[in-house]
């Protein structure tokens, strides 16, 4: 590899690194809403949760749970690892 194409891939690596700190970030914060969120909904009565309002803060609660294993499951690590193979290159 030469010296231009391992010095793009430092740049590309760095950039995922920063991806990833976001995304942990990202990921802490909805976690956030969706405990909130959730407990919302459980201290309300049963009536309150069968109600529309109710409802749109499960379904809320869910997609914030569904966005969080998302982020989870994004492995910018392994990304990474793979530009480090191959700047060692």
């Known amino acids: 590899m030469n010296k231009n194409r391992r010095a793009d891939l430092e ?3 760095e950039l995922l690194e920063s991806v990833r700190e976001a995304f942990e970030e990202a990921r802490d914060i909805v976690n ?7 407990e919302a909904f459980d201290n309300l009565s049963e009536n309150l949760q ?3 309002r109710g409802q749109r803060m499960d379904e809320i609660a869910n997609d914030l749970s ?24």
């Open 11 to 13: 740049k590309a690596k």
């Open 32 to 38: 956030d809403a969706h405990e909130a969120e959730r």
């Open 50 to 52: 069968a109600g529309e």
């Open 66 to 89: 569904n966005l969080s294993d998302t982020l989870n499951d994004i492995y910018v690590d392994d990304m990474i690892a793979v530009l480090e193979g191959a700047i060692q290159e």
